[in-house]
């Protein structure tokens, strides 16, 4: 069947097989040379896409222990963090790294080693992986963590499957007293205000800043600086909130239910919704409390919110920078993006903390940008140039995201690329089992 990640580009014939019990596994690879687990497809490009043999885990998808004294939870790979969300809010625990998607999957989260917008304090969801189950390439299943198999435990962090496929993990869930988060919304008139403001912002758990990234001159980079955490109980009860641990109301409120016409999308329509965006936010900044759904996964509501982006789908380029050369470099960015007018309803920067232990985990201390273009023959030449900006300011593109980028700037963006090769090559069934569009296109 015909495969795409969540930009819908590129779209891939595939064959699709769905992972029902552990012991399937090599049945269903025998008659394969390579494969790769797909979780939800909630990646942007052709990572979870092997024409050869694409492994859905949407079946395994189990929740098999937890210890409430720990917050340990053990789970299939397939599980959905909408379903541990579901699960657990009511019983006091949320998930210790949320991505801007509750409909990933935990072995998703773990191959690509998912922030959230609490990196800067709590790193990345892998920092909270206590151990993990993969099949390797021989047809053996190992059992990694910090002290067994440490090599392949970190490989397979941010590893995007080619390690092996995971089929269980144990993590860390935190312990929350209310559902709802107290958040505050600050306007930034330019980068630089943005920057500063994340900056400050590192006494709340959770920060992100939305950028107009259409925006020129003395306003290059003004957007809307977001930040919250948790309510307590004794708080929440002066807002009048009677369920201190609802769930979600309800999956979707919208439906997209037709690809947009691409000719919508253009500097004027992109310009004018970033504009009255940010005017609005600007007017209404204030700390208020809202449900955690809204607060962690506003695009969640609306559901296939893909489909506007046109038939022929879009491409997210996400990049980070050190800490050093964030400031000039966003603004090399920013400045070439609203040049070219290829703009992005969404534009998200964000302060990460420092590295974490997955040798190709995308986050490094420094600001991350991401943005959303519509797939145009001219993308591809735009992702090139902001490519070239990224590498001479030392940084890297998140493999999660990724459609376009070449094995060279991967290769220099990411330096724990050899060990990484190194326990590919040294783990028994070799390298090259595993593999993927992406890595195919990487040369990984
Ligand atoms: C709206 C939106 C917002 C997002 N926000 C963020 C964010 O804030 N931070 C962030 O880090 N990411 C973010 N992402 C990206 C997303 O978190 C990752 O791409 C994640 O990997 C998707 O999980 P999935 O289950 O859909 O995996 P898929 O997209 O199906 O697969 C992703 C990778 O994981 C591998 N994989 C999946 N399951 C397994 C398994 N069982 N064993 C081995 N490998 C496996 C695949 O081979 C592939 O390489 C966002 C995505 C969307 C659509």
């Keep these: 069947m015909m495969l795409s990640g969540w930009g819908r580009y590129?779209?891939?014939?595939?064959?699709?097989?769905r992972l029902r019990?552990?012991?399937?596994?090599?049945?269903?690879?025998?008659?394969?040379?390579?494969?790769?687990?797909?979780?939800?497809?909630?990646?942007?490009?052709?990572?979870?896409?092997?024409p050869?043999?694409?492994?859905?885990?949407?079946?395994?998808?189990?929740?098999?222990?937890f210890d409430a004294a720990t917050g340990l939870l053990t789970c299939e790979a397939g599980v959905?963090?909408?379903?541990?969300?579901?699960?657990?809010?009511?019983?006091?625990?949320?998930?210790?790294?949320?991505?801007?998607?509750?409909?990933?999957t935990v072995g998703g989260m773990i191959a690509?080693?998912?922030?959230?917008?609490?990196?800067?304090?709590?790193?990345?969801?892998?920092?909270?992986?206590?151990?993990?189950?993969?099949?390797?390439?021989?047809?053996?299943?190992r059992e990694c963590s910090r002290t067994d198999d440490a090599g392949l435990f970190r490989a397979t962090l941010g590893g995007m499957g080619l390690t092996g496929v995971i089929l269980r993990a144990s993590f860390r869930l935190v312990p929350i007293e209310t559902a709802f988060v107290m958040a505050e919304t600050l306007p930034a008139h330019d980068l630089d205000e943005a920057m500063a403001l994340l900056d400050a912002?590192?006494?709340?758990?959770?920060?992100?800043?939305?950028?107009?990234?259409?925006?020129?001159?003395?306003?290059?980079?003004?957007?809307?600086?977001m930040r919250g955490r948790f309510l307590e109980r004794a708080a929440l009860a002066a807002t009048g909130a009677t369920?201190?641990?609802?769930?979600?109301?309800?999956?979707?409120?919208f439906k997209v239910p037709v690809d947009a016409p691409s000719?919508?999308?253009?500097?004027?329509?992109?310009?004018?919704a970033n504009a009255l965006y940010y005017r609005r936010g600007r007017m209404g900044a204030t700390a208020r409390s809202m449900h955690f759904d809204r607060f962690f996964f506003p695009l969640d509501g609306v559901e296939a919110w893909n489909r506007l982006y046109g038939r022929r789908g879009f491409v997210q380029y996400q990049c980070v920078l050190p800490l050093a050369e964030s400031a000039s470099g966003m603004a090399a960015l920013l400045e070439r993006v609203s040049t070219v007018g290829q703009g992005s309803f969404l534009a998200v920067l964000k302060l990460f903390g420092a590295a974490g232990e997955g040798l190709l985990s995308f986050p490094m201390k420094g600001y991350t940008l991401a943005l959303d273009f519509p797939m145009r023959s001219g993308t591809p030449a735009l992702f090139g140039a902001l490519d070239a900006i990224t590498h001479a300011h030392g940084g890297r593109v998140y493999l999660a995201k990724d459609a376009c980028c070449t094995p060279e700037r991967v290769r220099e963006g990411y330096p724990g690329h050899a060990a990484f090769e190194l326990v590919r090559t040294t783990t028994p069934g070799g390298r090259g089992r595993f593999d993927s569009m992406l890595s195919r296109r990487l040369a990984l």
């Design 10 to 17: 590129p779209a891939i014939e595939c064959r699709l097989e």
């Design 21 to 50: 019990r552990n012991e399937d596994l090599w049945d269903l690879a025998a008659s394969h040379d390579t494969l790769i687990a797909r979780g939800n497809g909630r990646s942007y490009g052709d990572a979870a896409l092997n």
């Design 52 to 65: 050869d043999l694409t492994l859905s885990m949407l079946a395994m998808d189990r929740m098999l222990a």
């Design 80 to 104: 959905l963090l909408a379903d541990i969300i579901r699960t657990f809010v009511p019983r006091g625990w949320f998930p210790p790294v949320v991505p801007g998607t509750k409909f990933v």
């Design 112 to 141: 690509a080693d998912a922030h959230g917008k609490n990196h800067h304090r709590d790193g990345t969801f892998g920092a909270h992986v206590a151990s993990l189950t993969l099949a390797t390439a021989d047809g053996g299943v």
């Design 201 to 225: 912002s590192g006494d709340w758990p959770y920060s992100v800043a939305w950028i107009d990234c259409l925006a020129r001159g003395a306003a290059l980079g003004r957007g809307l600086v």
């Design 243 to 253: 369920h201190p641990l609802a769930p979600p109301a309800r999956v979707h409120w």
């Design 263 to 272: 000719m919508l999308l253009n500097r004027a329509s992109i310009g004018l």
